[in-house]
């Protein structure tokens, strides 16, 4: 008795989560961009519009303190959102997620960059990254050393300079 009552408890459980898979699936399926289909982090806070251009969504993961002296999260940008050119003082590490973005340093070509990729952005170097035109584009974020500073900000990517 009390046998068959757990194996149909666990049936019931199993069904459940079956079920409950589905949704998920059905609902990512449904919705948005295929960034937002492969997210791994939460969304996040709406980034402000005075150090971005379009929506982009950033998330905290890593906490600076004093052991680490770091700071980390993840950045998903909307097609066409960038940041602002900006610089850090220690320099900051990039690792593409998803979807396909742009990466450029004041002076260089633009560089494209997609999932799988990391990119390093030297100590204060003006550059800065994005979604492309046609593509969403999450990355995580990392900056080393925040006791030498996190970030620099300067002025808004033009359409000409995003598009060029
Ligand atoms: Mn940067």
């Known amino acids: 008795m009390m046998k068959k009552r ?5 049936t019931i459980i199993g069904t459940l989560m079956i079920l409950l898979h589905s949704v998920d699936y059905a609902h ?8 937002e289909n492969e997210a791994i982090f939460p969304k996040g806070e709406l980034g402000s519009e005075q150090f971005f251009t379009g929506n982009v969504w950033v998330t905290g993961l890593i906490e600076n303190d004093d052991v680490y002296n770091m700071l980390g999260g993840n950045v998903e940008f909307e097609a066409g959102a960038r940041s602002n050119w900006h610089s850090h003082p220690a320099g900051q590490i990039l690792i593409v997620t998803s979807g396909i ?6 002076g260089e070509e ?3 960059i997609k999932k799988g990729d990391v990119v390093q952005c030297p100590p204060n170097v003006n550059h800065w990254h994005g979604a492309s035109e046609d593509s969403g584009m999450n990355h995580i974020y ?14 808004p990517v033009t359409d000409e300079e995003f598009l060029n």
């Open 6 to 10: 757990i194996r149909k408890s666990a």
């Open 28 to 35: 990512g399926q449904e919705s948005g961009t295929s960034a």
């Open 142 to 155: 990392l900056i080393p050393n925040t006791e030498k500073g996190i970030v620099n900000w300067g002025d």
């Open 110 to 112: 633009k560089e494209i």
């Open 101 to 106: 973005g742009y990466h450029q340093i004041e």
